[in-house]
C-alpha cells in the first residue's frame, strides 16, 4: 500500500481513517549552520551538436538538518500532551549562528496518522509503502538536493565561504595518506582514484563558486 494519499501539510488535519503503521513522533525544523557543507554532485543536460547528454557537476550543498520540537528537551516548554513550544530553542539555535527554516514558510513537512493516535512528521521528501508487512522508507535525494540549491537561490541560505570549502579540501586531502603504503593492492589502488578523483572535483567546485558566486548556483538548475 502507497500511503502518499494520507500526508498532509504539517499545518492541516490528516485523515483519521487509515493510519500509517509507525510510532508516532514530533514535528520538527530543518536547521542549517554556515559551517556545514556535504559535497556532492548535480546532475544537468549538455547539448553537444544533436545529442543530450547527462552530466554530473561537483557542488556544494547546505547542510540541513532535523531539529524535533520534543517537550522538555532542549528548553522546549510543554503546551499540551506531546506538543511543544520551540520559540526558546529556536532562539538559541539563531543566536549560535543559526539559519532556521521554518515549514510555514518552506512547507517541507508532511503528516501521517500513526499508531496509537498519535502524528509521524516526515519530510515531504520521503514517502512511505508497505511491502511484506514491513514498511518501506524512500527518500528523493534529487528533489532534496534540488531543494537545498533552491534555497541558496532565493536567499535563504549564504552560498558557502570559501573558508569552509577549504576546511573541506584540507581535510579530504589527509585521506589518501592513510593507504599509501597499501597502494599496492587494486582494491586499495581503487580507492585512492576515487578519492583523488573527488578531490580534483571538489576543488573545481571551490573554483566555480569563488568565480561565479550564486551564478554557478542558478546554472546548475537551469542546465
Do not use: C
Amino acid at each position: 500500500m502507497n500511503y502518499d494519499t494520507l500526508s498532509q501539510p504539517w499545518s492541516q488535519t490528516a485523515p483519521e481513517n487509515t493510519r500509517l503503521p509507525i510510532s508516532p513522533d514530533h514535528p520538527f525544523y530543518y536547521k542549517h549552520f554556515p559551517a556545514n557543507w556535504e559535497f556532492g554532485y548535480w546532475t544537468v543536460n549538455v547539448t553537444k551538436g544533436k545529442k543530450t547528454e547527462e552530466k554530473s557537476l561537483p557542488v556544494f550543498f547546505p547542510s540541513v538538518d532535523i531539529e524535533r520540537v520534543v517537550p522538555g528537551v532542549n528548553g522546549v516548554h510543554q503546551i499540551n500532551g506531546e506538543l511543544g513550544d520551540p520559540s526558546s530553542r529556536l532562539g538559541k539555535l539563531r543566536q549560535a549562528g543559526y539559519v532556521i527554516l521554518d515549514p510555514r514558510d518552506h512547507d517541507y513537512m508532511r503528516v501521517y496518522p500513526a499508531r496509537f493516535g498519535g502524528k509521524k512528521h516526515s519530510p515531504r521528501f520521503e514517502t512511505y509503502k508497505i511491502l511484506a508487512n514491513k514498511i518501506i522508507r524512500n527518500f528523493d535525494q534529487v528533489a532534496f538536493n534540488r531543494w537545498r540549491l533552491e534555497l541558496m537561490i532565493n536567499g535563504h541560505i549564504d552560498i558557502p565561504h570559501d573558508h569552509f570549502m577549504e576546511l573541506a579540501l584540507i581535510d579530504l586531502k589527509k585521506r589518501p595518506d592513510r593507504y599509501i603504503n597499501q597502494q599496492h593492492l587494486p582494491e586499495v589502488k581503487t580507492r585512492l582514484v576515487t578519492m583523488y578523483k573527488k578531490i580534483e572535483d571538489m576543488e573545481i567546485a571551490r573554483q566555480s563558486i569563488l568565480s561565479k558566486g550564486l551564478a554557478y548556483y542558478e546554472e546548475l538548475l537551469n542546465g
